[in-house]
């Protein structure tokens, strides 16, 4: 009822805007001091965290993209390999796990049938599962060793949005925990990373406030019939999550890439005016990618390419190829993707809406999937 979306015109823009909330809720009571106190991962026992070999995500859709980033940040920060199954190809492909291999499942709802399975499966070939939730009394949590809940309240759009971020906060919560128990991380380094993720509250804030620009290019965007996303590093699976959303919502061909897989074939879609979302990684970055995103802004550019670019404040660079930037506040490269992702949402919601239609029930989806 309109009551319930407190005055919004969805569920969805409700969530978009309870954004910054999910992941402060998310924090709250878990980080002390600097550092990260997850008592719930006790359940896991004794030794558990140091024991471990591998950490292997399960998820499907936007929390497999969530996982994708706790890939990224637990090898940085823990030092532990650890790799992204969705649920569903997992259980079918003779996976190799043992006793020492940590499964940790992402879902929103902890219904999610596939991700159900798969956890059963994990359990079945010996692994410790730990499930990262945001349902309390879920299925998924009960059929796990232990469960770190999210507390991005509850989502009722069908597009997962609030949820995501939430999904984030505590993966990395989870990541600098790992970290520390095992020696990888000192107080200092967890201290300075738990309070960047103090402050994206407030830094998502101020992206979620440019949402009437955000508004009007999706207003102009309303005949396209494909979109391009491209990121690198932290920003590849925030393209995956832009092309999700643009599919899911507004019904349109989106595909997202790994930036650098460009030449290895995606370029050859590129025609004029082709529209493409680029996730401009910090010129400050320590990995040094910049330069190497804006050199495949300028091949796409040069073919014609529609560049929507989503890049740091202050970063001049982008300017001269660019025909519309949106400005993200400055955050370390795993932190950016939670700024840069809300844009991305904001977007394919307002051209669902710009079109007429629900972006709350996209026709032929289920907010949760109950069936294989
Ligand atoms: C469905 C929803 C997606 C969601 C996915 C996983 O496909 O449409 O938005 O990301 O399920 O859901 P879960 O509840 O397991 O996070």
Redesign the pocket.
């Known amino acids: 009822s309109a009551a319930e979306k407190g005055g919004w015109s969805s569920f969805m823009a409700k969530e978009i805007s309870e954004q910054p909330a999910a992941i402060a809720n998310t924090l709250i009571g878990r980080i002390s001091d600097g550092a990260v106190k997850l008592p719930e991962l006790d359940a896991l026992g004794p030794d558990i965290l140091t024991d471990i070999t591998r950490v292997v995500f399960l ?5 497999a993209y969530a996982a994708m980033l706790g890939q990224y940040a637990i090898e940085k920060w823990a030092h532990i390999p650890v790799t992204v199954e969705l649920s569903h190809e997992f259980r079918y492909r003779d996976p190799v796990i043992d006793n020492r291999t940590l499964v940790v499942s ?7 049938m596939d ?1 159900l399975m798969a956890v059963k499966y994990a359990k079945e070939l010996g692994a410790r599962t730990l499930s990262i939730c945001n349902t309390q009394g879920s299925t998924i949590p009960r059929e796990s060793d232990a469960v770190l809940y999210t507390h991005a309240g509850p989502e009722v759009a ?3 949005t609030k ?1 995501f971020v939430a999904q984030i906060a505590a993966i990395y919560l989870f990541g600098l925990h790992l970290a520390s128990v095992r020696g990888e991380l000192d107080a200092a380094a967890v201290a300075g990373l738990t309070a960047e993720l103090a402050a994206l509250p407030a830094q998502l804030e101020t992206v979620i406030e440019q949402k009437d620009s955000i508004s009007q290019l999706a207003g102009w965007m309303v005949d396209t019939r494909s979109v391009i996303f491209l990121g690198r590093h932290a920003g590849y699976p925030i393209a995956l999550e832009g092309a999700l959303k643009l599919k ?1 919502l507004a019904y349109i061909h989106a595909e997202g890439f790994a930036a650098g897989e460009l030449k290895h074939g995606p370029i050859a879609l590129i025609e004029p005016g082709q529209p493409v979302f680029v996730v401009v990684p910090s010129p400050r970055g320590e990995n040094s990618l910049h330069p190497k995103v804006i050199s495949n802004i300028q091949e796409i550019r040069a073919r014609g390419a529609r560049i929507l670019a989503i890049a740091e404040e202050g970063d001049v660079s982008v300017l001269p190829f660019a025909d519309t930037v949106i400005r993200i506040p400055l955050a370390s490269t795993l932190f950016e993707p939670v700024l840069a992702v809300a844009p991305l949402q904001i977007f394919a919601m307002e051209l669902a809406a710009a079109k007429g239609l629900d972006v709350d029930q996209p026709r032929n ?5 109950t069936v294989e």
């Open positions: 998820g499907c859709g936007t929390a992402i879902s929103q709802s902890g219904e999610t991700t069908v597009a997962s949820a899911e989806l289920a907010k949760s999937v």
